[in-house]
């Protein structure tokens, strides 16, 4: 039976996805190996992280305007080609300093894929089926953060932290040609700005309201999820006396729902178009009191567990309907710089909250912690809806123009 060829989008796009996620989390496994191999601290190792995640996050906003300019599908093919070879050549490295190097140019790579990908998604995919096809996107990018340490921890055991390196880069090679053979598949957004008279400038983009308030949106969910991810482990044992493998299983659990949350949010995304909003916040707030609840009664450790993997499943359920929501309120044409400059705030937002949080527990308070993350989440929805009305308006002025 032959896919249809939304089906096969999809799946080109998300292998890309996947792969972008998987490369980031199979670094972390190799540190032991490469403190042993070059001699260098912890902090040093943590660099190849920070330069991979912060070279995305620079980047992603300059190459949306060159998406947007030149076409998605050129910047696809070199960004995955680009992260593919940069962690092969790891796995020659002779210095410690070229692993850095690789690392930033895998970030070079890396943030070509949500600008790129949404442009396509955007002009390939039917808008009756554009939420879940941003919700298998973001799906696949959490099944390669979820497969990346194990596999390559697993790969390392049995062959080397060289030979690991050099397996997991050539893995994108595959992709790069599949993407490269189809590409006649994958439609550029449209561009219709002659229609319109709308086109934005670096300053339009950098001082809009609307897209300033959908970044502080994106970047508050993502401090939230950053604050949960790294200290609810801690916080459970710490707290709830529960022990560290169980407090491990309910951050598992919330994990899991917030993966599974997400193809349910594209589905609604797609059928209840005009009430995106209201989903969005009930969901949110779901999520944050669920947290105020764990944090404030005294629960048996099943139903903590259960309510981690509600809070997860909530939250994730909101965010495909947010990413339709920044589509529609991106002018036509200008899909690549939009999720670009707005998606950087993902990253920046889940490294904001770990340190903070961190000091927070140092001084003797861990019970603030999934205190805070509620603050952060309930904040968040003021930006969203102000980032609606905001949009709505846009809308208006341009309106006359068409």
């Known amino acids: 039976m032959a896919l249809s060829r939304t089906t096969r989008v999809n799946i080109l796009i998300g292998n890309g996805h996947f792969l972008s996620h998987f490369y980031v989390l199979c670094l972390p496994p190799m540190f032991l190996a490469w403190q042993e191999t070059f001699n260098v601290s912890f ?74 990908d949404y442009a396509i998604l955007s002009g390939s995919v039917d808008k009756d089926r554009m939420g879940r096809s941003f919700a298998l996107h973001t799906f696949s990018g959490n099944l390669g953060f979820s497969a990346g340490a194990p596999f390559a921890a697993f790969l390392m055991a049995a062959v080397g932290w060289r030979h690991t390196l050099i397996i997991v880069g050539l893995l994108g090679i595959p992709v790069v040609l599949s993407i490269l053979l189809q590409s006649r598949i994958l439609n550029d957004q449209v561009r219709a700005i002659a229609h319109t008279g709308v086109k934005m400038s670096a300053r339009d983009l950098l001082t809009s309201r609307t897209m300033i308030l959908f970044f502080m949106f994106f970047m508050l969910g993502a401090m939230a999820g950053g604050g949960v991810q790294s200290w609810l482990v801690t916080v459970l044992h710490t707290v709830k006396g529960i022990e560290v493998k169980v407090a491990a299983m309910a951050l ?25 909003l209201p989903f969005v916040t009930g969901l949110t707030i779901l999520s944050a009191l669920l947290m105020l609840g764990i944090d404030w009664l005294s629960l048996p450790v099943a139903a903590v567990i259960g309510m981690t993997f509600l809070s997860g499943l909530a939250l994730g359920a909101s965010r495909t309907p947010r990413d339709v929501m920044l589509k529609d309120a991106a002018p036509p044409g200008q899909i690549g710089k939009v999720f670009g400059f707005v998606s950087a705030g993902l990253p920046l937002g889940g490294a904001i909250t770990p340190v903070p949080f961190g000091m927070l527990i140092d001084r003797g308070h861990p019970e603030l912690v999934l205190v805070l993350v509620a603050a952060i989440l309930l904040l968040s929805l003021f930006c969203a809806g102000s980032a609606r009305v905001s949009a709505r308006a846009d809308e208006a002025v341009v309106q006359p123009a068409e």
């Open 252 to 276: 598992t659990a919330y994990m899991l729902g917030s993966t599974a949350g997400v193809l349910i949010g594209g589905w609604f995304a797609d059928t209840f178009k005009r009430h995106i």
């Open 43 to 116: 902090a040093q190792l943590g660099m190849t992280l920070m330069l991979m995640s912060g070279t995305t996050a620079l980047l992603q906003t300059p190459v949306g305007f060159l998406v947007d300019k030149y076409g998605a599908r050129p910047f696809l093919i070199g960004g995955t080609l680009i992260m593919s070879l940069s962690l092969t050549c790891m796995g020659f490295a002779t210095a410690f300093w070229q692993i850095l190097v690789l690392a930033t140019l895998s970030g070079v790579g890396n943030s070509v894929i949500h600008p790129a």
